[in-house]
């Protein structure tokens, strides 16, 4: 790909522009509040093709639809719970992906071939603004994982997207720079095919916030025989290899919450005041970590149980038990 496709202004005309392209087939990276995702017509068997191809992911993961309203949720989602109905009206827009029974818009090389379906509408105003632009030209959804090759760290800006993917995107693609990522992690997906909400994912709605809203208990399920492609052995991981809750040696990078100190000789890549700087500066850290060619970095996890348990999720995930 070349310069005139990473588009740093995002006017009206660029997005609509973005749009035309979406339909035409091709794909189009965007910002979203969590991380920025890798965009294709989701009712369009070869452009989803697309973004497998150039994520370098397994056809089998089942990808998020994005949509600009809950208004545009009956399109993909029938036998919708009283529950998730609440959830929506409260949370969308926002980092939240509810997983609800699939209408047949919702295809099989969408779903994984399960017979639910991931839905989203995100909290950024490029990103609605291309869905309100997609839709108006006929669109129903936009299919968007997060825009890494596979297992690797999401991208929380534009310049990470073409970090990723730039040797992989066609003269075609396009990349729309909304800046740097609100939230940081990926939304909390909630599955709501059974008689309570179940989180598959941790994210900025946590437990509490759903419980709130519904009324209901929330279950947290670690194992889920649903795939979702983070819960596989290694994901969310930088080139260095992370280590949790230790000493940091000479030589390593580390971060932690603000009031922790720094050993001498350590590198401190980062180090946030609250979990929500926390969570936004995590990625971006760990890709520094790695343009420093700095081979180990070490994590103190933050401890609480809103953003906190996403925060750990994908931290145990980079670490792989380390
Ligand atoms: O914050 C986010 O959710 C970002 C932004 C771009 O919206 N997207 C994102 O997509 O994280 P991705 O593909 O990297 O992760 C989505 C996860 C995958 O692990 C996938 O397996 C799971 O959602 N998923 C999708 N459809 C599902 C379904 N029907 N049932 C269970 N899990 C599903
Ligand atoms: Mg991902």
Redesign the pocket.
């Known amino acids: 790909m070349n310069n005139s496709q990473f588009l740093s202004k995002c006017t009206a005309d660029v997005i609509d522009n973005a749009a035309a392209q979406l339909i035409a087939g091709h794909l189009v990276a965007f910002p979203?509040e969590?991380?920025?995702?890798l965009g294709a017509d989701a009712s369009n068997e070869e452009a989803v093709r697309r973004i497998y191809e150039v994520k370098g992911r397994p056809t089998d993961?089942?990808?998020?639809v994005?949509i600009s309203s809950v208004n545009s949720l009956h399109k993909w989602a029938s036998d919708i719970p009283e529950y998730a109905i609440k959830l929506a009206r409260d949370y969308w827009p926002g980092?939240m992906?509810l997983?609800l029974k699939r209408t047949s818009e919702a295809e099989n090389f969408i779903?994984?071939g399960?017979d639910?379906?991931?839905v989203?509408v995100?909290n950024n105003s490029v990103a609605i603004s291309l869905l309100q632009a997609f839709e108006s030209k006929g669109g129903k959804g936009i299919a968007?994982?997060?825009a890494n090759r596979f297992g690797h760290v999401?991208p929380t800006s534009a310049q990470d997207v073409f970090t990723e993917l730039g040797n992989y995107l066609s003269i075609h693609d396009l990349i729309l720079d909304g800046g740097k990522c609100a939230i940081g992690i990926?939304?909390t997906?909630i599955?709501c095919t059974k008689e309570t909400p179940q989180i598959?994912?941790p994210?900025a709605i946590t437990p509490a916030m759903i419980q709130k809203s519904t009324g209901l208990e929330v279950l947290i399920e670690d194992k889920s025989d649903?795939?979702?492609?983070?819960n596989l052995e290694k994901h969310y991981a930088p080139q260095a290899e992370v280590f949790l809750d230790q000493i940091p040696k000479a030589g390593q990078a580390f971060i932690a919450l603000s009031d922790i100190a720094t050993p001498e000789g350590v590198v401190r890549i980062a180090a946030p005041d609250t979990a929500e700087e926390f969570s936004r500066i995590l990625y971006e850290s760990l890709r520094r970590g790695d343009t420093l060619g700095i081979r180990e970095v070490v994590v103190i996890q933050p401890i609480g149980y809103g953003i906190e348990i996403g925060i750990r999720d994908r931290l145990n995930k980079a670490a792989q038990g380390r």
């Open positions: 979203t969590t991380v920025y995702g993961h089942p990808l998020i994005h980092p992906t997983v779903t994984g399960q639910s379906v991931a989203r995100p968007a994982p997060s999401s990926e939304s997906i599955d598959l994912r994210g649903i795939r979702v492609s983070g």
